[in-house]
């Protein structure tokens, strides 16, 4: 079992480019941060900050193509930053939203537990279109429990120096894995639970023990442990 303690940012743009910012200061692999890209015509790229963290997200979600890149992203109380490759990314925060206050009563052992978030998965699907909190993705499963979702208002992203237009809905869903992010643009805190499926065994009858996220009550910054203000790896190129 593996367990990914961060963020997850879903933002479009105007030119039809959608982006998906996974920002995880705790992980497996340590501190890293990787961008999911898939532009207008349909093309998926992953932004990997190393060949291991490449394999292993490659190995869970589909994609058209791999870059592996230098990255630095950075999270403080109302901005998110990425730069890396052809990629630059500077968005603000805004306001929690009412989900995501009501996320945050929810205490934490439970809020990031995998049968929890089986059992809410089909409220989850109809709250929020494309969304699941639960699913299989080749032999393995997966489990988002998300612990509070604040706003992105604005942003500014550009490729290869192109700009790529203002903020705009996720619109088509992205199609990296079996759940898509929000619509309207988001930053979510969130526990990821990854596990081998057993042969013959689905979501069912998976179990596993209570666990603590730490820092529940909201987004709080996230600074790697390095000299640099998130140094972590990424970049790639999907035409526009």
Not at 150 to 158: D, I, W
Not at 166 to 181: C, E, H, Q
Not at 216 to 236: C, D, E, F, I, K
Request: proline share 8%.
């Amino acid at each position: 079992m593996e367990r990914f303690r961060g963020y997850i940012a879903g933002l479009g743009t105007a030119s039809g480019t959608r982006l998906v910012v996974g920002h995880w200061p705790d992980s497996p692999f340590g501190p890293f941060t990787d961008v999911m890209v898939e532009n207008r015509f349909g093309a998926r790229l992953l932004l990997a900050p190393s060949e291991a963290v490449a394999r292993y997200v490659s190995s869970t979600y589909t994609f058209d193509a791999i870059d592996v890149v230098p990255v630095s992203a950075f999270l403080s109380g109302d901005r998110l930053t990425v730069d890396g490759g052809a990629l630059r990314l500077s968005a603000r925060l805004g306001q929690v939203t009412l989900l995501g206050r009501l996320l945050e009563s929810v205490p934490a052992p439970l809020a990031v537990h995998p049968l929890w978030l089986q059992a809410v998965n089909p409220l989850a699907r109809l709250i929020v279109r494309g969304v699941r909190t639960a699913g299989t993705t080749g032999d393995r499963l997966e489990f988002y429990g998300v612990r509070s979702i604040r706003r992105l208002v604005s942003a500014q992203c550009s490729w290869r120096g192109e700009d790529l237009g203002p903020l705009a809905p996720v619109s088509p869903p992205v199609r990296f894995g079996f759940s898509s992010v929000p619509a309207r643009p988001q930053i979510l805190a969130v526990t990821t639970t990854i596990t081998a499926r057993v042969q013959g065994e689905g979501i069912r009858s998976w179990k596993t023990a209570f666990t603590r996220m730490p820092s529940p009550s909201g987004l709080t910054p996230a600074r790697p442990a390095s000299s640099q203000a998130g140094n972590m790896s990424r970049s790639g190129s999907p035409e526009r």
